[in-house]
């Protein structure tokens, strides 16, 4: 058996034409056209890289952006400053500040500034808490409106486009990051799976990964998730981003997997594409909610 | 072999002498009595009796306590005024919010008002969500201070202060609410411990528990965890509160379970009696807090 391909760049392919009938209808309704503020400090060559990213797909699709580069000796008062103008800013949907921060910088005390309505990143902690506090999916939330991270809810996405059942199904998460293991736990919990949060110390993992309906792997070791960690059937979901060889690789051993697996993500073309098109939905979302207050 | 009791109630009452010599070394250091204000709307009997056990403890504690007992009727602009007042008053340094609140009035819009720096119940978001972000302990938590709801605070204290390894060994949570069994997932995770969630839609609960080390339970089904579900070594931590033709029992069959189990909680005397003592910790740490400003 080969698995079934859960297509990253199929999907966001297609969502992306959803999203443009949303801008356009954002912008006929609401007058105004969505935008996207990303703050960075310093010039961390992958940080400059998703910068510029995510200004271009802006630009495919005829959304705002302002670049908020800032120089590597910008202090914690003065980034923060510019936080809160952006918070102020009414043509300002979303912001998004890039890590890592220069020395010196309190991540934690930058990300409590961000406005929680314009975290399009899901990453200031009540966004965080909305999602471990809201109730299963089919029930009133019973919190305020959130923003996901962007990864997991796309990570997510193509569980449920490509008709994974959720309910019930024992789901293993390897990895307990911030953007990703945790919050990917909290969503799989909403959709009603039992989940199990796996990480470095974790006893005897390929157990533990074996009894998974859903495997979802997001540790940054290349290929460690091997066939015979899989139970046959399951569905897995590789969040990992490593290169060997300057070919890059997930975290799981696709090769592999995908002969014992009935659905796997490929990389790249899995979860990576799913990204970009789940920060332009919370983009849409945010504008939305901001312009119907 | 019979299980080594977790005995709440020792432990509650050791802890209550280290906190009148807190309390003592808040009062001459800063210069202040720490306070709590507590928040009810209408008459829920279990809301009264347990608003009036804070304050009776309060008095016992020679700690400083405002009751604000406001009518069924409130409206939702009064009862957040009300909180705002709190927030913005030096003298109250913790405020707690009792559920149930009259129909009508959203509670998450309440809960969103709150201060986080005197959420001293652990409910607002930012606290949720810092508790879900922290690092595991021993390193930088790499968040802002939080507070943890006292009942999940008191299980891992009584683990903690019995010596429990936590690291590596696999936890299982039994439900998955907002204030015991999500806080109480985070927190096991943060000590490096595997975390399974556990609720409802669980496909063969038993054989879950069954590999448990540490099994949590926090689902309100009097005796629904049998000796036939425990693994035989297992530590055995029971938040239930149920009654039974009016004898109080927990979610464990205590009876059965202290013959498998290494480890376990009473009910009544076990996690319970923890509860109030972490709130007042948490209260002695926002005075704390914000008296080092």
Partial sequence: MTAQLLDGRALSSAMRKELDAEIAAIKAELGVTPKIAVVRAGEDPASVSYAN?????????????EMHAL???VGEAELLSRVVRLNEDPGVHGIMIQ??????????????????A????GVHPANTGRLAQ???VGRSAGVSDFFVPATPAGGLELLKRHGVALNGKLAVIVGRSRIVGKPMAMLLLRENATVILCHSRTADLPAICRQADILCAAVGRAKMITADWVKPGAVVVDFG???QNEVMVGDVDFEGVQEVASMI???PGGTG???NVMLLKNLLEAARRQGQK
């Fill in 273 to 275: 594409p799913m990204t």
């Fill in 99 to 116: 890590e890592p921060l220069p020395k010196g910088i309190r991540a934690e005390v930058i990300t409590d500034a961000l406005s929680p």
């Fill in 118 to 121: 314009k975290d399009i990143d």
């Fill in 241 to 243: 981003v490593n290169f």
């Fill in 71 to 73: 120089p590597e000796e």
């Fill in 134 to 136: 809201a109730e299963p």
């Fill in 265 to 267: 993500t490929p990389v």
């Fill in 53 to 65: 990213a995510i200004q271009r797909t802006c630009e495919l699709r005829k959304l705002a952006f």
